[in-house]
């Protein structure tokens, strides 16, 4: 079946590096690619999204790239800072009919001060 | 304010026992869906609702039930729980199934 692979499963990195997460799918059928950032004990929340018709997309310290051919889509993260640290989770998304989404297993980022 | 109003927030019950977890929006979205979360598996699919009285299964719906009578509602119904169902579970809306925004939770034990 359909599915989403998610690296690393953790993370750690000092406050001001980058943090880059990867995601793979499986379904050519998927067109919607959104990241969702959870933070310890609460709801998962969008942060950024993206179609397949687009390439890139940036929103201040956060950009997502994806890559059809290959099925790889990444989350980049720049300049962390501790209120980064999260489990941030990828999906991939089939908008024809109906829309079944599918999630990556999460990453867990840990930003040091 | 704008809001996913999942209840209850915590329960625990025993292998059999039928259960509801309610699920409500406000933000008039025609699509509503449900997930679990499990330590290692991320977020699955349980079932979703593209409209009212639509429904379609998710990548995990076997011993679940969901009914959309009301655009607004869209509750999970557990007829016979078992301890592999113990997880948290997550119900989400959004314009057209992009953009979910999540409830709360429900975490969920069966003993």
């Known amino acids: 079946g359909e599915n989403v692979e998610q690296h690393p499963s953790t993370l750690s990195v000092q406050e001001g590096d980058s943090a880059v997460i990867k995601c793979t799918y499986s379904?050519?059928?998927?067109?919607?690619f959104p990241w969702y950032k959870q933070e310890l004990g609460k709801r998962p929340q969008l942060i950024i999204d993206?179609?397949?018709?687009?390439g890139e997309k940036k929103d201040q310290r956060i950009a997502v790239t994806l890559n059809k051919t290959a099925k790889h889509f990444s989350l980049h993260i720049t300049e962390t800072q501790p209120e980064d640290s999260a489990v941030y989770f990828c999906?991939?998304?089939?908008?024809?009919?109906?829309?079944?989404?599918?999630f990556g297993a999460g990453t867990r980022l840990f930003v040091k001060a | 304010e704008a809001q996913v109003t999942q209840n209850p927030r915590y329960l625990i019950t025993v292998t059999g026992k039928k259960l509801t977890v309610t699920c409500s929006q406000n933000?008039?979205?025609?699509?509503m869906s449900w997930y679990r979360q499990d330590p290692g598996l991320g977020l699955r699919q349980i079932y979703y609702?593209?409209?009212?009285?639509?429904?379609d299964k998710g990548d995990v719906p076997e011993g679940y039930k969901v009914s959309r009578k009301e655009k607004r509602n869209f509750p999970l119904i557990l007829e016979s729980p078992s301890p592999n169902q113990t997880s948290l579970y997550f119900c989400?809306?959004?314009?057209?199934?992009?953009?979910?925004?999540f409830g709360s939770g429900t975490q969920l034990s069966v003993l």
């Open positions: 999906a991939a998304g089939e908008n024809t009919g109906g829309f079944k989404t599918i």
């Open positions: 379904d050519s059928a998927s067109n919607y």
């Open positions: 993206i179609r397949s018709n687009v």
């Open positions: 933000m008039n979205h025609e699509y």
């Open positions: 609702s593209m409209n009212v009285e639509v429904t």
């Open positions: 989400a809306s959004a314009y057209r199934g992009e953009k979910l925004f």
